[in-house]
Nanobody, 116 residues
Framework: QVQLVESGGGLVQAGGSLRLSCAAS????????MGWYRQAPGKQRELVAT???????KYADSVKGRFTISRDNPKNTVYLQMNSLKPEDTAVYYC??????????WGQGTQVTVSS
């Protein structure tokens, strides 16, 4: 079992920045990949960014150049730095841990609202 706790969401004006944090209950060295997904009202959950234990990253096309995923291994924490935020970034953002076994764990989500 892996517990994930997100924080850092809030209300920000378009063009502003937020940093989301996801704290894992175990060392992220033991997790194959951690990532951020988001779900806007009436839409499917979509991948935003992922980072593997080896440091490889992937981003959704819609956030490339604006968002950066990073990890702090001693703190067992993954971050999502979000810059140049747009109203369409408004969603609940969920932290995900994908284990080497293929099992996925999810946080409860943090709301990000970008006003125009």
């Amino acid at each position: 079992q892996v517990q994930l706790v997100e924080s850092g969401g809030g209300l920000v004006q378009a063009g502003g920045s937020l940093r989301l944090s996801c704290a894992a209950s175990r060392t992220i060295f033991s997790i194959y990949a951690m990532g951020w997904y988001r779900q806007a009202p009436g839409k499917q959950r979509e991948l935003v960014a992922t980072v593997t234990s080896g440091g490889s990253t992937k981003y959704a096309d819609s956030v490339k150049g604006r968002f950066t995923i990073s990890r702090d291994n001693p703190k067992n924490t993954v971050y999502l730095q979000m810059n140049s935020l747009k109203p369409e970034d408004t969603a609940v953002y969920y932290c995900n841990a994908h284990m080497y076994t293929g099992v996925d764990y999810w946080g409860q989500g943090t709301q990000v609202t970008v006003s125009s």
